[in-house]
């Protein structure tokens, strides 16, 4: 589902809004979500899952068309973890449709 969409999902579902307000709420959510984590907040959506910023420390990297090696220096980057009930939904549709049984849970 690309933003348009949802935006247009949104507004269906609300009709006494105007689309214009629900493009400003979407994007306002979106806006908030990334100042957060440039603050290096994280940002929990219970039920969905939970945004967060990791840190990966600098490294010797390769080129893959030349093949020399290149210096690729620490950065900060996004990571997002699915919560128990979004994993649970998505499970619960695969194992319906395929009629599976329920997957064992591995340890972490």
Same mark, same amino acid.
């Given at each position: 589902?690309?933003k ?8 269906a579902?609300?009709?006494h809004?105007?689309?214009?307000d ?6 306002t959510? &979106? ?7 440039a $603050? ?8 969905f /899952? %939970?945004?967060?910023v990791?840190q990966?420390?600098?490294r010797?990297?390769?080129?893959p ?13 996004p990571? &997002?973890k699915?919560?128990k009930?979004?994993r649970? $939904? ?8 395929? /009629? %599976? ?6 340890a972490?």
């Amino acid at each position: 589902m690309t933003k348009s969409e949802l935006i247009a999902k949104l507004a269906a579902l609300n009709p006494h809004l105007y689309q214009r307000d629900v493009e400003r709420i979407v994007a306002t959510i &979106f806006d908030e979500i990334g100042v957060a984590l440039a $603050r290096g907040d994280r940002v929990e959506l219970r039920g969905f /899952g %939970a945004f967060s910023v990791k840190q990966r420390e600098s490294r010797t990297g390769r080129n893959p068309r030349t093949g020399e090696t290149v210096a690729v220096s620490q950065k900060r980057v996004p990571y &997002f973890k699915t919560g128990k009930d979004l994993r649970d $939904r998505l499970n619960k549709s695969v194992q319906g449709a395929a /009629g %599976a049984p329920p997957a064992r849970k591995l340890a972490d």
